[in-house]
Every structure is written in structure tokens, then in C-alpha cells.
């Protein structure tokens, strides 16, 4: 039950772009066109599980013991800038498809906030679900946390790719053009994800 | 007065929110009042000029391959340095701009004028572009917030003028998108009349 409470928070209630406003500059960056806004969503839901599971372990096993949480912001970006530097290698000699589909987006990733955000919340903040207890995430927990985060990034992606591209043959005003439609455009769909809220 | 203009530009030539376009992940989440506004900008500054201070001076030292780990590392040391000063004197300012203070490591605005500018210009130069984006920053997080407040709660800088709630939608996530929309297309208009 906490696991779907978890999912259907990250996803829905607290949608990480529309919601918390973690990751905007990608979101406005490539959401042009809907093949580039599903391959970044791909990109970024890998790195955000696989880092926040690394940070989550140094955080736990090497910061804590020794009273170094202080040091939390600094180490955490070094290991996600090695990281994705890593899964790009990997990725490029054992699946040269997923590289080509992925490949472009991942340097981008480091410095997505989304990322890093993810890796923070999960060991700084007290979730309280279902009316339980504030507590922290247990590894198991803080997992799917960042798996259903980032499948909420990518639905919020998509949506809005979709969006953008009838917006592109749309007339509109020439002060509007670009940036500002599509920003009101995200303001009207955060308004509709408000309806979720009060669900968990 | 020659090197004035490396302080006006940040503000409307070079403006990082409306003109840029960088740093939208705490323009947008920060400014729910016009002080948050403020605080968040002056807190970016903070990092902006030293951070661009000792890139310019690192900057020749460090081979090219590795350039942006270098400057990665220097940045997150002086974000550190700012939650570490943070936490004992404005603690209840660290509570509410919370993991948006770390955040300022991965802002596009500080590594892209690390990259952009710092590294190729002098040391004195960098401090005073550092200031200018970095008020340029600030002065778009105040006026968002500025604009927020007075919509969502009916009040500035905390002191309340009008009864009631306010639109509460522009103290929530909708009302940033909006009224950054609609600041943008304001500046749009005042770019093409110049």
C-alpha cells in the first residue's frame, strides 16, 4: 500500500515538473517535438533511479557514520557527473541502439536539477504517507520514489510535447511567440495536475 | 566608467530570466513572495561572483578536458560554504528556499557564466559581471515574486494591503508559469519598441 501511495504521489499529486519545478530548462529545451521529449524522458528516468540508488548508499553508509552531511551537495554532483559519464560509456559498447536513442541527451542530464533534486529529497526529507508517521525512505522505498518521479517527468514531458507541436502551427501574437504560450500553456496544465491534489 | 556596462548588461541586454532563460527551476519555485524573491536571488549572487572569481583565477591552470569538472567542484564548494553561512545566521530563509540552496550548484546561470565568461576574462572583470547577472537575477526573482504576492496573498514584502486570500492560484504552482509567461511577453514588447 505505501509503495502505490509513493507512486501515485510522485506521479500525480506532486508531479516533479509542474508541481516542485525540478528540471525545467530540459523541459523547455527539447519539448519541441514529441520524439525528442519521450527519448530525454528515457534518459532521465534511467539516470534519476540509478543515481539517486548510488547517492542513497554513499549518503548512508559513508556520509552518516561519519557525520559528513555537510558534504552532501558536493559529493552527491560528483557522483552523478561520473555516473552519467559512465552509463554513457557503458551504454555506447553493450547497446549501440539505446545509445543512439539515449546518446545525445545524456550530457545534458548532469546538470539537470531533476537529478540532483531527486538524490536530495530522498535523504534530507520526512515523507508522510497514508497517515503514518513522518519517516524517512528505506532503500526500497526511495527507489521507487525516484522510478515514479521521473515516469511523472516523462508523462508531464510528453503531454506538453504533444501540446507544443499543434502550438508550433498555431497564429499566435508576436510578443507571444515561443517562451511565454508555452509557459501559459504549462501554467494551464499545472492547474489541471492541481485537480489531483488531496487524493494521497 | 568603461567597465561599467559589465553591471548593466546582466540587467537587460543580458537579463538570465527573460532574455537567457536560465536558472527557470528557482525563478519559478522560489518566488511565491516578493522576500523569498529576493533572498534567492541575493543567495545565487553570493555563489555567481565568487565562484567566478576564483574560476578566472584557476582558469589558465586547468587543461582543457577537464575544465568543467574543475569548475563543477568550485561552484558546489561555495554552494556548500552559502548553506553552511545560511544555516547559522538566516536560518528561517534556509528553511524556506529549503533544497532549492543546493540546487544552485546544477543552475545553468552560474556554470554557463563560468564557461561563458569567467574563464576567458580578468579577475576583476568576472566579480563585476558576476554582480551584474547576479542582480540582474535577483531584480527578476523580486519582480516575480513582487507581482505573485500582490495576486496570490494581496500583500508585499509581507506588509498586507488588501482583506482576504488573494488568488491563491499564483502563490501555487500555476501562478509561476503564468505570470513569468506573461512578464516575458511585457519584456518582449519593451525589447521591440527600443
Known sequence: MEYFLIIVSAIFVNNILLAQFLGICPFLGVSNKLSTATGMSGAVCFVITLATVVTYLLNRYLLVPFGLQFLQTISFILVIAALVQMVEIVLKKISPSLYQALGIFLPLITTNCAVLGVAITVVTKDFALGGAAPHMLNLGQATVYALATSLGYGLAMCLFAGLREHLAGCDVPKAFKGLPIALITVGIMAMAFLGFSGIV | ?194
Not at chain 2, 8 to 22: M, S, Y
Not at chain 2, 81 to 87: D, E, F
Request: proline share 5%.
Open chain 2, 1 to 194: 566608467m568603461s567597465k561599467w556596462h559589465f553591471i548593466t548588461d546582466g540587467f537587460v541586454k543580458n537579463n538570465p530570466t527573460f532574455v537567457l532563460v536560465l536558472g527557470m527551476c528557482p525563478t519559478l519555485a522560489t518566488t511565491t513572495s516578493a522576500l523569498n524573491g529576493l533572498e534567492m536571488g541575493l543567495a545565487t549572487m553570493f555563489v555567481l561572483v565568487l565562484s567566478n572569481i576564483v574560476i578566472s583565477l584557476v582558469a589558465p591552470m586547468v587543461p582543457d578536458k577537464v575544465r568543467i569538472p574543475v569548475y563543477i567542484t568550485v561552484i558546489a564548494t561555495f554552494v556548500t560554504v552559502l548553506q553552511l553561512l545560511m544555516q547559522a545566521f538566516t536560518p528561517a530563509a534556509y528553511e524556506t528556499l529549503g533544497l532549492f540552496i543546493p540546487l544552485i550548484v546544477v543552475n545553468c546561470i552560474v556554470l554557463g557564466r563560468a564557461e561563458g565568461f569567467a574563464n576567458k576574462h580578468s579577475v576583476g572583470e568576472s566579480a563585476l559581471d558576476g554582480i551584474g547577472v547576479g542582480l540582474g537575477f535577483t531584480a527578476s526573482l523580486t519582480v516575480i515574486g513582487i507581482v505573485r504576492e500582490i495576486l496570490g496573498s494581496g500583500s508585499l514584502f509581507g506588509w498586507k494591503f488588501l482583506p482576504g486570500d488573494g488568488i491563491l492560484a499564483f502563490v501555487m504552482a500555476p501562478g509561476a508559469f503564468l505570470v513569468l509567461g506573461y512578464l516575458m511577453v511585457l519584456f518582449n514588447k519593451y525589447l521591440a519598441k527600443k
